[in-house]
């Protein structure tokens, strides 16, 4: 099948073959899919885009919102999330004048990290979800947050939000500036949208760029930004970087370290197993994030906090 691939970020047509790469994690398809790096903004678009295959690319296993027992590395991250908010609701509210804040999480499941941003500052008050998984609708209900059941594309409301929170989001979106255009046009005078997606300008993105890296969670991103072409994604969205920060990319190290272990016939991933369920998983995640600490100070790391405001 030939295809014609366009840059998702910015629609460009002069791309070149980047890497080709398969699931790795869930073997949800045997399919192989290309990456292309678009010559003119220098984000990685996959294609074909499986768009018309999202009940096989995200299989059952793939959804795990459910009250589980929260792992090492889970708790570790519960605190940097703890203190990136309470940072974040003084850029909103410096002079700590506001009655109350609201919040909307896109892709936010359960709502679980709105209940973290809760858990620091008791005055947000309206919490809402936007997510397609119809299994999270009751957990996030019954945790007292508003849920959207459906895609942020056709979600409309007179609200507007203080703080948006999309997180692992917007590289599995085929119109990414689209997208943040629609966050923009929800956001308050003053309010932050809080990003995370992974970057391809990385040591880990490198070492297994031919290797299926797990960054690509080859074929859920559709679109691999790094700093400077997601500066120009903004741009055309028309809202503007407040800070773009590198951060551990621990969880792309692991997958593709698994796929190398499985490969060498040591470990074994499959459907049935996915490598998220492996059980040195938790352990190949600290020990990454560890090494990922420790070099970040003067080497890029593979995953990207930004913080959007309007201009
Ligand atoms: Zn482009």
Redesign the pocket.
């Known amino acids: 099948m030939t295809t014609t691939p366009e840059?998702?970020?910015?629609?460009?047509r002069?791309?070149g073959l980047w890497a080709r790469a398969h699931d790795i994690e869930y073997y949800s398809c045997a399919d192989e899919f290309s990456y292309f790096k678009?010559?003119?903004?220098?984000?990685l678009?996959i294609a074909p885009v499986p768009e018309d295959r999202l009940s096989q690319i995200y299989p059952a296993s793939y959804y795990s919102f459910s009250g589980h027992t929260k792992t090492l590395a889970e708790r570790v991250k519960q605190a940097l999330d703890r203190r990136l908010f309470r940072k974040l609701f003084s850029m909103i509210d410096p002079d700590h004048g506001k009655a109350s804040f609201s919040a909307l999480d896109i892709g936010g499941g359960s709502g679980w990290l709105l209940g973290e941003a809760k858990a620091v500052e008791p005055r947000l008050q309206k919490t809402v979800v936007v997510d397609i998984d119809d299994k999270a609708e009751a957990a996030a209900i019954a945790a007292g947050h508003g849920y959207f059941r459906g895609r942020i594309e056709d979600f409309s409301t007179r609200d507007t939000f203080d703080l948006i929170l999309m997180l692992n989001l917007i590289e599995h979106v085929k119109d990414p500036v689209g997208m943040l255009k629609k966050a923009g046009d929800l956001l308050t005078p003053g309010g932050r949208i809080l990003i995370k997606t992974p970057n391809h300008d990385a040591l880990d993105a490198r070492l297994f760029r031919n290797r299926s890296w797990g960054g690509y969670h080859c074929p859920r991103h559709w679109v691999l930004f790094d700093p400077e072409?997601f500066r120009?994604?903004a741009q055309k969205a028309g809202i503007e970087i407040e800070s773009l920060n590198l951060t551990q990319g621990a969880p792309f190290w692991t997958w593709s370290a698994l796929n190398m272990l499985k490969n060498l016939g040591l470990v074994e991933i499959s459907a049935a197993r996915p490598a998220c369920r492996h059980p040195l998983a938790p352990f190949l995640m600290l020990g990454f994030a560890a090494f990922d600490f420790l070099r970040m100070p003067f080497m890029k790391t593979s995953q990207m906090f930004i913080v959007l405001k309007h201009k």
């Open positions: 840059c998702l970020a910015c629609g460009s002069d791309l678009c010559k003119t903004c220098g984000a678009s072409s120009q994604a």
